[in-house]
C-alpha cells in the first residue's frame, strides 16, 4: 500500500500550486478560479480543454499555464487543411545517409497548445489520440515515446461558430476537464483594457522537479473507500439515467478521482471530502456525457442532469481524523 500524504507534504505542495496559479493571475484579470481549476487539472497529469467564444482569454490561459510550468513547448493552430502529419510528424529522406529519418511534430513537448481544436477535421483531431492516452506516438510501426511530462491544453470555440467540427467523443474522454472562462466583468474589462500597454511579462516560476513533486504528492492524498464509491454511484447514475445517451466511462471516475485528490491538496488539505468531488463533478463529467435527442430537444443541458444526480446520491459521512 502506497503511504499517505502528511499534513506538512500537503501544505508544501499547496505553495508552490499557489506559485503557478498566482503568477498566472497576473495577466487573466478576475478569473481566479478558471485558473485555479486549471491548475488542478495540470497536477493532476490530464488534459485541459477550455471552452468559449472568441477573445475571452482562452489562449492567453494556455500559454501562461505552460510558461509558468517551464519546460518545452509547442503550439499548434488547428486549422481546416491541417493533416494528421502536421500534428505528430512525418519521415524525410536524409541524403547523407541515404535513409528516412523520423522528424518529430509539435506534439513532441513538454506543454502543446492546440488552439481552436475544433476547427481541424476530425481526422486530424484523432492524431491526438494515442498522444494524449498513451504519451507515444506510433509512425510506419515504429513508437516514439513523449516528454514527461506531457500535457495537451486545448482551446476551442463553441460549435454553433462557422467553420467548427464536433470532436469526437473517444477524444472528449481523453481530456480530464473542460473549462468555460466567460467574459469579464464591467470593472475586470476596464482594468484589462487600462493595462494593454502594460501587461507583465510572465517566466517560469516552478521546475520540472517541483511540478513532478506536487504530482507525486497529490497521488499520496487520502480518499476514504466511502467517497471512491460515492464517485462510483454518481457515475453509475450517468449511465442508467433516461436522458444520457452515453455515461460516464471508467476514465472518468478515475479523472474525478484524481482531481479531487489535487483539489483537497491544493488547499493544504492531505485529505479529499465530499465537497472536493461535488465542486469538480461538473468541469470533470460535463464535456463526457451526450445526452439523448428527446433531452437535448426538451431543453436540458448536461451539467442540468448532473446537478439532479448530485442532488439524489446521497452524500457518505466521512471521518477525517
Sequence with gaps: MNAVATEEDAVRAAKIFSTLANNVAQVIKGKNNAIHMSCVCLFAGGHLLIEDVPGVGKTTLAKSLAISMGGTQNRIQFTPDLLPTDVSGTTIFDQKTS??????????????????????????????????EEHRVTFDGKTYTLPHPHMVIATQNPIELSGTYTLPEAQLDRFMMS?????PSDVDEVSI????????????????????????????????????AYIV??????????????????????????????LALSMGRHYVTPDDIKTLVTKIWEHRIILTSQARLAGATSSDVLAAILARVNVPIVRTS
Design 99 to 132: 535513409e528516412f529519418i523520423f522528424k518529430p511534430g509539435p506534439i513532441f513537448a513538454n506543454i502543446v497548445l492546440a488552439d481552436e481544436i475544433n476547427r481541424a477535421s476530425p481526422k486530424t483531431q484523432s492524431a491526438l489520440l494515442e498522444a494524449m
Design 179 to 183: 473549462l468555460s472562462i466567460g467574459y
Design 193 to 228: 483594457m487600462l493595462s494593454t500597454d502594460s501587461t507583465p511579462e510572465i517566466y517560469s516560476v516552478i521546475s520540472p522537479d517541483d511540478f513532478q513533486d506536487v504530482s507525486e504528492i497529490a497521488r499520496t492524498i487520502y480518499v476514504a473507500e466511502s467517497l471512491a
Design 233 to 262: 454511484s454518481l457515475a453509475g447514475e450517468t449511465r442508467e439515467n433516461s436522458d444520457v445517451a452515453l455515461g460516464v466511462s471508467p476514465r472518468g471516475s478515475i479523472a474525478l478521482y484524481h482531481a479531487a485528490q489535487v
